[in-house]
């Protein structure tokens, strides 16, 4: 009777000692999930106004094929806005690039946006930008840029160049 007394205590035992690994567990993967990002709240805020394309075009954006990467995933459609791309100043509501996900209805649905700037090293706030060096597939001297992914979650970094959920496939070929 003892020796089945014994058994149960372990097992109860057990149990216990399973039940508290587990809600360590859940815990430590809550306290590193990622939680709310500032910068792409205020990245946001400052440039909903892009929803729509037509306010793209309307500040004088203009659209680039469709950057796609070589291990998977996208930009996007970048929107870019010479003069901003020019003047090398950082500002949260003058981002130098729009970029929009193709849908597959032949819409345009907002991402994210890119800040780039030749004159480096570059933040955003608190936020360094990505160094590219020349020569480069864009064709451009060295330069900093920092993509904020504001719109579509990316499961690489809300700074990560390609998102995975983004893709190219439904690009509509320009008319003849």
């Known amino acids: 009777m003892k020796m089945i007394s014994n058994f149960y205590n372990r097992l109860l035992l057990a149990g216990t000692v399973l039940t508290v690994c587990a809600t360590f567990a859940q815990a430590h993967q809550e306290a590193a999930a990622p939680g709310p990002n500032p910068l792409a709240d205020k990245v946001r805020a400052a440039n909903s106004r892009f929803l729509d394309v037509k306010a793209a075009t ?3 954006y203009a659209p680039i094929p469709c950057a796609s990467g070589i291990t998977g995933g996208a930009m996007g459609i970048h929107y ?33 946006v890119e800040y780039i700037t030749a004159k480096g090293p570059a933040s955003l706030d608190g936020q360094l930008f990505n160094f590219s060096s ?7 001297g060295e330069f900093y840029e920092l993509h904020v992914w504001a719109w579509k979650g990316n499961p690489t970094g809300a700074f990560a160049d390609m998102n995975p959920k983004v893709s190219c496939e439904h690009v509509v070929a320009p008319s003849q």
């Open 58 to 60: 309307a500040e004088g």
């Open 80 to 112: 870019v806005n010479g003069q901003y791309l020019k003047d090398d100043k950082i500002d949260i509501a003058r981002p130098e690039a729009v970029m929009y996900e193709p849908m597959a209805d032949g819409t345009l649905e907002l991402v994210a």
């Open 134 to 140: 020349a020569p480069n597939r864009y064709g451009l």
